[in-house]
């Protein structure tokens, strides 16, 4: 069993989507450890998309991940990383593969629904970002 960091986006939150959306990784094999509802100040949102910093959509990003509400969600399944990645889909929905999570609800690469860590690595760093290991379900 691995762990990784899914953030329902505030698109697909003022859309309506969280619940659907949990329920489609609940369905793909993903356990729920640890998940809340919170907004990004600017300095969290820089800070968490630090290795974004310097791309020419690095201050969209921001500006949309505080735009609204949010809901880090800290899931727990074997490979659980390249999984999350499968289901979610590529970042612009125009490009993802059918049944995904961006195909079905998102609007555009930026305004993507639903964030995935991309690494072993960045998963251990992005749920203890949101969550304390008390926090998680053991
Ligand atoms: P995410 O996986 O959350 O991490 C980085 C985000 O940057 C990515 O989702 C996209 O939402 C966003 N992103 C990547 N490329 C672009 C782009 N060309 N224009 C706008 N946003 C982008």
Avoid: C, W
Avoid at 46 to 57: I, L, M, N, Q, T
Avoid at 63 to 87: H, K, N, Q, W
């Amino acid at each position: 069993m691995s762990r990784t960091l899914a953030i329902i986006k505030p698109d697909a939150v003022e859309s309506g989507y969280a619940g659907k959306i949990l329920a489609h990784l609940q369905d793909r094999g993903f356990r729920i450890l640890a998940m809340r509802m919170t907004r990004l100040m600017a300095e969290q949102a820089s800070v968490f998309y630090a290795v974004h910093r310097g791309r020419p959509f690095y201050s969209e990003l921001v500006e949309f991940m505080t735009s609204g509400p949010v809901i880090p969600i800290a899931l727990e399944r074997d490979s659980a990383v390249a999984m999350l990645r499968e289901v979610i889909g590529a970042t612009d929905p125009a490009e993802a593969a059918d049944g995904t999570i961006r195909k079905l609800y998102a609007e555009s690469k930026g305004r993507n629904a639903i964030h995935a860590s991309d690494s072993d690595e960045n998963a251990a760093r992005e749920v203890a970002f949101f969550f304390a290991a008390a926090d998680l379900l053991a």
